[in-house]
């Protein structure tokens, strides 16, 4: 009978979220044939067996690479923060984002079938995103990455492991560098007022109208004057102009001397910025909120059903 190792058990794991015990009965029965394991457990838990990969990953990490004018943002999602301190999660994610930068993958899939190997996964930075969950117990997955290459120079900046930016820019480094800083803390949607999305613009426009109105109810009821509609509609524009100013980079006050704006300080500095962008772990993502007391609940109602 064939010798049953750990990493066989641990790779296996990897494969389908079953428990330790559970992949190591499936391999013994299988003599050691790992696709046959697999397919034992698969047959024997069901869904079960990838439970894992249904779990959601809002946290995780930022990571740039910058090698001349070619570079990487990428995020790398898991489902707690303590995992984003493991060190194989973090050496994947370095590999991963160097890798998007020197092969220009297609999109997540075609990054996931990328050589590399690690902690005895491989020989894909897929296989050995499924070996780590099966190592770490957790759920990780990539979730979204741009690569740079337009022969434009590039700067970055990561705050902690949790926000990233990359600055496509001709000019002073270092002024591209505090950019990256700046839109880290501001978080701008665009560069100027003219970039920013149209539905941002109708949706802040709907927001100052509705305000407006409100406005009217009030003073009406209060039996006070009651605005023009042409003041009103001024108004409405106004509280627009301010929301565009508020979100466009070039607008912005600069975090570093606010009595002057990020435009100002560029032209100072005779540098121009081409692009940015901005990635903030988990953004957009709903984050489950477990009810520990209905899942102890839970687990104990399983148990009963099992004995």
Known sequence: MAAITASMVAELRGKTD??????????????????????????????????????????????????????????????????????????????????????????????????????????TLEDVRKGLIGKIGENMSF???????????????????????VVEFEGDEAAAKDVAMHVAAMKPVALSSADVPAELVARERSVAAAKAEEDRKTAEAAGKPVQSAEIVAKRVEGGVQKFLKEVSLYNQAFVKNDKQSVEQMLKERGTTVKSFTLYVVGEGIEKKVDDFAAEVAAQVAAAKQGA
């Not at 990953?57 to 570079?71: L, P, Q």
């Not at 995992?83 to 194989?88: I, L, P, R």
């Open 18 to 123: 079953a428990p330790m015990m559970e992949c190591k009965k499936a391999l013994t029965e299988a003599e050691g044939n790992m696709e046959k394991a697999e397919e034992l457990l698969r047959v024997k838990l069901g869904n079960k067996a990838g439970k894992a990969a249904a779990r959601i990953t809002a946290e995780g990490v930022v990571a740039s690479f910058i090698e001349g004018t070619t570079g990487a943002l990428l995020e790398v999602n898991c489902e707690t923060d303590f995992v984003t301190k493991n060190d194989s999660f973090l050496a994947l994610t370095r590999a991963a984002v160097e890798l998007i930068a020197k092969n220009n993958p297609a999109d997540v899939t075609a990054l996931g079938a990328l050589a590399y190997s690690q902690d005895g996964f491989g020989p």
């Open 143 to 165: 979730r979204r990455f741009k690569r740079f290459a337009s022969g434009a120079r590039l700067a970055s900046y990561v705050h902690g492991t949790r926000i990233g930016v």
